[in-house]
């Protein structure tokens, strides 16, 4: 089955700092990945996803994601935090038509 | 892009009653649709999928007649808690696809119903 791992509960940024949060998968053949944001009491916003391609994937509101094959992992990056990047951030591959979810990072960034 | 509706947004009951959520894709027809339920500071966990005029799909877990799951057109599915207890309070999230939207691979997400059960 798929899967990912988001190995840190919380990531803890100043602003104007870069911030990774990180993700690895486990997938059999090759994996579609996902990023979503979400905020308190919301539903879940798309950030990125990596399908095939260039390795490097920039998404929504400056964030970008690096999809590593040898290392498995596709973590999410920005260059610079902002204080209202502060919310819980999924990544998931897709399982056939199915979403399948890390269990979500934290993100907080401090004026 | 693609947007998907959840109503009601919150929804308080007594407990043995029942709660009926609905979820709309606004501007596509969703051949599925999906519900998830997130605890809090928890993932979200995928409760069942259902495809337009059959029956839906649940997870291992997930007790179909206590979730109450119905797709009857391509843009509204609902999702009914029957005989609510408050350990079925939790925030429920509804995602979907379809023919129309772009076949680029992601869901398209609703913005919750946060239920409480007293």
């Known amino acids: 089955a798929q899967s990912v791992a988001q190995p840190e509960d919380q990531v803890n940024v100043a602003e104007g700092n870069p911030l990774t949060v990180k993700c690895t998968y486990s997938?059999?053949?090759?994996?579609?990945l996902f990023w979503y944001v979400q905020y308190p009491n919301r539903g879940l916003q798309f950030l990125l996803k990596y399908i095939t391609g260039d390795n490097l994937v920039k998404g929504s509101y400056g964030f970008e994601a690096e999809f590593n094959k040898s290392q498995t992992s596709f973590h999410l990056k920005k260059p610079s935090a902002l204080v209202s990047d502060s919310a819980l951030y999924f990544c998931a591959v897709r399982d056939y038509e199915k979403l399948v979810f890390g269990t979500g990072t934290r993100l907080l960034v401090s004026p | 892009g693609a947007v998907v509706s959840q109503h009601p947004s919150w929804v308080i009951c007594k407990s043995g009653t029942s709660v009926k959520i609905e979820c709309r894709s606004l501007d596509f027809q969703a051949t599925t649709m999906f519900w998830y339920r997130q605890f809090p500071k928890q993932s979200l966990m995928l409760m069942a999928t259902?495809?337009?005029?059959?029956?839906?799909?649940?997870e291992q877990g997930v007790e179909k007649d206590k979730f109450l799951i119905n797709h009857a057109s391509l843009t509204l599915s609902t999702l009914t808690v029957t005989s609510a207890h408050p350990e079925d309070s939790s925030f429920y999230i509804c995602?979907?696809?379809?023919?129309?939207?772009?076949?680029?691979?992601?869901?398209?997400f609703g913005e919750g119903s946060r239920l409480t059960v007293l």
């Open positions: 995602s979907a696809t379809g023919l129309q939207t772009p076949n680029t691979g992601e869901l398209f």
């Open positions: 259902s495809n337009e005029g059959s029956k839906a799909t649940y």
């Open positions: 997938v059999s053949g090759n994996p579609y």
